[in-house]
């Protein structure tokens, strides 16, 4: 998947339409990041990339970049 689909596909998941998400983005500062949005990014990861991530995974991330790297980097082109 190319970085800038998957960050279009992120941002419709999370539903953030007045956030600009990029890789460098820190997910810990958006305010709409909530335990919800940590929901939805779990059923995104599951879905599109058949890993299952768990919250306390992700809890551990600030970052789009680092939640890239939990995916898996070979996942993305471009």
Known sequence: ????????????????????????TDL??????DSMAVMAV???VDEN???????????AISTVGDLMELIGMENFSG
């Open 1 to 24: 998947m190319k970085k800038e689909e998957f960050l279009r596909l992120l941002k419709e998941a999370l539903e953030f339409q007045d956030i600009d998400l990029q890789t460098a």
């Open 28 to 33: 810990r500062k958006i305010e709409a990041y």
């Open 42 to 44: 779990i059923a995104f």
């Open 49 to 59: 990339f058949s890993k299952r991530l768990t919250a306390k995974q992700l809890a």
